[in-house]
Each structure stands twice: as C-alpha cells, then as structure tokens.
C-alpha cells in the first residue's frame, strides 16, 4: 500500500511537471545505452501524460485494492483478498522484469564491477524481500479456512458431548449383566440338520363330520 503511495506521489508530481519529465528522458536517451527500453522511453518522451495519468489511476486501483484486503483480512473474508494476491502476483512479476532491465543497463553502460554486484545483490534482496511479503498475504486465506475447519470440529465435538449428558443411554443394567455363551460353530451346523426322534405319537386327522380316525405314527 505505501509503495502505491509513493507512486502516486511520484505520478502527481511528474503530471504536473511533464515538460521536466520529457527533457530528463531525453538526456538518458542521448547519455546511455538504453538497448531494448530505448523504445519504450521514445514512446513515454512523445507523451509523458498519458503515461503519468495510468500510473495515477493505477496506483489508486491499487490503494484500493489494498484497503479491501486489508478489510477482508480483518473480517476474515477470502473472497475479498483474491484480488490483491492476484494483482500483487502481477505487479512482483513487473518489478522482477523492471529489476532485471536495470541490471543490464547497468552492465552496458558501466565498467565497475563493484556498482554491478551491489546492484545485483540490492536487486536480489529487494525481489526475495516483496515475493515473501507476498507468500505471507496469499497464505493467509489458507490459514483461515483451517481455523474454520478446526473451530467446526471443536463445535461438533462439543455438540456430541452435550447430546451424550442430556440424553444417556437407557439400557437396563441387568442385560448388560447377563453373560452370553455361544456354541461352537460346528455344534450349531450339526443341530441343523437333526430331525427329533418321536415314538407313539398320535397323529389325528377328521374327516367328514366329526368322526376322527387315529393311527399310531412311529418313526
């Protein structure tokens, strides 16, 4: 957020003072060994407002970006953070590539090899420096949803506690008590197929009427 600050401030001034700005391009034009970004600053030179005008609205998107962030984080809404991780994400890979074109600036319009690996070394730490910043921020709705996770089990947990106290289990003790003996397995196959053994057993049948026949029935 103050790094969009600073580039506000900066983007106010230079639209303010935009003629300063054209001739400061143009003696970096004709001084240095500007290679590739040589075109890029021919372009800023021909009209250094409208550049200066998308570093203002820019910046102000980002300040405002910021702040819902920091909102969301506050709230503890991931839904309004997405958008600055993204948007940083972009911006650490702009600052990366604009590190990288310095460096080489550096290295065609300079001789000291000492400037080159402090610069080197600047740049290095700068870039470890924001892209953990940003590591911070992107982890942050992670660490949220696993302190929702854990607050939900705990309730759940609290929930069968509670049902456990008000509503024990009405199992009469004696049944608890009673000890049960199964037979073996093999005992219990046997007993399947025995038929039980029946001796002067009268089996009686009616017929029409009621007269009733009767026979002895010996197995």
């Known amino acids: ?12 001034l230079g639209h303010s003072q935009s003629q300063l700005v054209k001739d400061e391009i143009t003696n970096w034009i004709n001084d240095y060994n500007l290679i590739y970004a040589k075109s890029y600053l021919e372009d800023m030179q021909a009209d250094p407002e409208k550049y ?20 969301g984080a506050y709230t503890c809404n991931n839904m309004l953070m997405v958008t600055y991780i993204l948007m940083e994400l972009l911006r650490l890979i ?27 070394v600047l740049g290095g730490f700068l870039l470890l420096g924001i892209f953990y910043l940003w590591v911070c921020a992107a982890n942050l709705p ?35 008590t009673i000890p049960f003996s199964a037979q073996p397995e093999d005992v219990v196959n046997r007993n399947v197929f025995i ?4 001796t002067g057993t009268h089996v009686s049948n009616r017929i029409n009427g009621h007269s009733r026949i009767t026979k002895p029935y010996i197995t």
């Open 1 to 12: 957020m103050f790094q969009g600050l600073l580039i506000l401030v900066f983007s106010c």
């Open 52 to 71: 200066l005008s998308l570093g203002i609205s820019f910046s102000s998107i980002y300040i405002i970006v910021c702040i819902i962030y920091i909102y």
């Open 94 to 120: 702009l600052i990366s590539t604009l590190v990288a074109t310095f460096l080489l600036l550096i290295k065609q319009n300079t001789m000291d090899i000492g400037l080159l690996i402090g610069a080197s």
């Open 142 to 176: 992670i660490v949220i949803n696993e302190m929702e996770r854990d607050e939900q089990a705990a309730i759940i947990n609290k929930l069968q506690h509670l049902l456990e106290v008000n509503n024990p289990k009405t199992v009469p003790r004696a049944l608890d």
């Open 195 to 198: 038929v039980p053994r029946q």
